[in-house]
């Protein structure tokens, strides 16, 4: 565990939220604007086991992905310096993921409404992307968790270049300044 202090400025930030939410996204863009490294947890987590997620899950679980999430998430906390991360759905809801994230730099949720979310994407190869009532109560049941980060993005009707701009501004305003 990271004896780590951080005031709400700082060079590294967490995207959580829903699946759908444009975590990717949108913070792939504005780490860039940022000139910040931009890291993606699932595809780090993918490159390390040589399978994609949804083959993770099939294989090991969901327990056997959510052990390989938080490893991934530990090193880069441990080894990066400023960052913007965009971490997978399920990230934020695991106790020991939440605290890393919370203690070692700013914690963003894209809130984005579920309906919006459910017009957004089919599912694909999201492993917990059942049936639309499914995801309904799975997005009701995480709510709790992302109530946690440090700020509350809505996103609601904003599109892409909105949202970017939104997400620009609040991360603009918590780096901290060397």
């Excluded at 829903?18 to 780490?31: H, Y």
């Excluded at 934020?92 to 939440?98: E, H, I």
């Excluded at 190869?125 to 049936?131: D, G």
């Excluded at 997005?139 to 609601?156: I, K, M, N, T, V």
């Amino acid at each position: 565990m990271l004896n780590v202090t951080v005031a709400l400025t700082t060079d590294r930030f967490f995207l959580v939220g829903f699946m759908g939410t444009g975590k990717s996204t949108l913070g792939r863009q504005v780490a860039e604007q940022m000139g910040l490294p931009f890291f993606d947890l699932d595809e780090r987590i993918e490159k390390a086991a040589g399978m994609k997620v949804a083959e993770i899950f099939a294989r090991e679980g969901e327990e056997g992905f959510r052990r390989r999430e938080s490893d991934a998430l530990r090193e880069i906390v441990e080894t990066a310096g400023p960052f913007v991360l965009a971490t997978g759905g399920g990230a934020f809801t695991l106790d020991v993921n939440r605290r890393l994230m919370k203690s070692s730099g700013v914690v963003v949720w894209l809130d984005v409404p579920i309906g919006e979310i459910l017009g957004r994407i089919d599912g694909g190869e999201r492993p917990l992307w059942k049936t639309p009532q499914e995801v309904r109560e799975l997005h009701e049941c995480r709510q709790s968790s992302y109530r946690e980060a440090h700020f509350r993005l809505p996103l609601d009707g904003a599109g892409p270049a909105e949202a970017a701009v939104r997400l620009h501004l609040l991360l603009a305003g918590t780096r901290k300044v060397s």
